[in-house]
T-cell receptor
Framework: EVQLLESGGGLVQPGGSLRLSCAAS????????MNWVRQAPGKGLEWVSG??????????ADSVKGRFTISRDNSKNTLYLQMISLRAEDTAVYYC?????????FGVGIYYFGHWGRGTLVTVSS | EIVLTQSPATLSLSPGERATLSCRAS??????LAWYQQKPGQAPRLLIYDASNRATGIPARFSGSGSGTDFTLIISSLEPEDFAVYYC??????????FGGGTKVEIK
């Protein structure tokens, strides 16, 4: 069974930093692209960042580019999201999500989100 | 950036009824569209990908159709556990990925 367990969320002041982790089990972590998706309180879903299986390619939403860094350690089956210069608008539940490839891919990269963790809440407030 | 517009915002139906949800893209995404279900306090769950492929374990009462800019999710006969919020998501050749704003299916 695929399991994704996020950790590292909490309360941080504007301008502060935080590192999220996602521990994965139940599948071949090193063979799958991974993502972070967030959801502000009472709002919809926003894709944040993705990373290829080998870390060779990383992808970011414009809203976090230059402030967030996605990485992974395949030896530890763990995905990370380093967040700096945090803003109030970054307040959200952050989900780790395993990529679901397309059945007819037109190229490499992230497609869909096949399995999700339960999320970790990040609150940016003074 | 491709914008996905979901309609209606809220759908009020009774168990056993048919639900029809719409997702319209601001430009063509071919068939690279997915649907997710989210219940309160839970993570989203993938239902449909590539517009019409059911994800593993998803009941046959869920079906997706469409291509280009217009897509539909149909729940043929609503079960009590189907009352939730549904999101569409696109993966076209132009970044970034994006989600629609959601449709809430509520009990009438």
């Amino acid at each position: 069974e695929v399991q994704l367990l996020e950790s590292g969320g909490g309360l941080v002041q504007p301008g502060g930093s935080l590192r999220l982790s996602c521990a994965a089990s139940g599948f071949a972590f090193g063979s799958n692209a991974m993502n972070w998706v967030r959801q502000a309180p009472g709002k919809g879903l926003e894709w944040v960042s993705g990373i290829s299986h080998s870390s060779g390619s990383t992808y970011y939403a414009d809203s976090v580019k230059g402030r967030f860094t996605i990485s992974r350690d395949n030896s530890k089956n763990t995905l990370y999201l380093q967040m700096i210069s945090l803003r109030a608008e970054d307040t959200a539940v952050y989900y780790c999500a395993k990529d679901q490839p397309s059945s007819q891919p037109f190229g490499v990269g992230i497609y869909y989100f096949g399995h999700w963790g339960r999320g970790t809440l990040v609150t940016v407030s003074s | 950036e491709i914008v996905l517009t979901q309609s209606p915002a809220t759908l009020s139906l009774s168990p056993g009824e048919r639900a029809t949800l719409s997702c319209r893209a601001s430009q063509s995404v071919n068939n690279y569209l997915a649907w997710y279900q989210q219940k309160p306090g839970q993570a989203p769950r993938l239902l449909i990908y590539d517009a019409s492929n059911r994800a593993t374990g998803i009941p046959a009462r869920f079906s997706g159709s469409g291509s280009g800019t217009d897509f539909t999710l149909i729940i043929s006969s609503l079960e009590p556990e189907d009352f939730a919020v549904y999101y569409c998501q696109q993966r076209s050749s132009s970044w970034p990925l994006s989600f629609g704003g959601g449709t809430k299916v509520e009990i009438k």
